[in-house]
């Protein structure tokens, strides 16, 4: 890594575990003897609000947040949360993004509408980025609550970390009992990434 300075945004909807994932990528950055900081905003979670993590990376990181337009990655859970989160991907950045849809309350109470698979293509158009279906893959793993974790199966991939470092991130990061599935979550997600995942616009 050098004295590269690595910056990850982590978004998604309150309920899918995007501060989990945050925690885990912070410890990847640990368990590589990097100094690691991380911040944290709730916004209404507990109503299903965006929720996002800044996570950085380094041989020596003085502040915890970075300014939109410097993550090297945008890791979203949801769709239209990636949307809202691709100003702060740099030039030459990569978002990883679940196609998983969670209707804000806007759109469930008829006062908007969910963009068309078609919008959501032309506000990509221009990003490099990688569309994971990460709730189907979780189901086929055998848990749905692991989708978050199939994201950061297809992170590892993306940036080339072994399986080992990555386990041993889970299993500091969750309850042993939930540890067999998540990182069954974890290979699905690598799996989609060797298959499909490097054939990203």
């Not at 998983?100 to 078609?118: C, F, H, K, L, W």
């Not at 969750?174 to 490097?198: D, I, K, M, S, W």
Request: one cysteine or more.
């Amino acid at each position: 890594m050098g004295d590269l300075t690595r910056n990850f945004y982590v978004v998604g909807v309150g309920g899918q575990g995007t501060l989990l994932a945050a925690d885990v990528i912070a410890t990847l950055g640990m368990l590589q003897g990097l100094d690691v900081k991380k911040s944290e905003i709730h916004g209404m979670a507990q109503r299903g609000g965006s929720v996002s993590s800044q996570v950085r990376w380094g041989s020596q990181v003085f502040s915890p947040v970075f300014v939109a337009g410097e993550a090297d990655c945008v890791i979203a859970l949801e769709q239209l949360e990636a949307l809202r989160s691709l100003h702060w991907l740099k030039p030459g950045g990569i978002a990883l993004i679940s196609d998983y849809r969670i209707n804000p309350v806007a759109v469930t109470m008829g006062r908007a509408q969910y963009p068309s698979n078609d919008a959501v293509s032309g506000y990509l158009a221009d990003v490099h980025s990688i569309s994971v279906p990460a709730m189907q893959l979780a189901i086929q793993a055998g848990e749905s609550r692991t989708n978050n974790v199939v994201m950061l199966g297809v992170l590892a991939a993306q940036y080339g970390l072994n399986d080992a470092l990555i386990r041993q991130a889970l299993e500091l990061s969750v309850p042993e009992r939930f540890l067999e599935a998540n990182l069954r979550a974890l290979q699905a997600g690598r799996a989609y990434y060797q298959e499909r995942g490097q054939d990203a616009h």
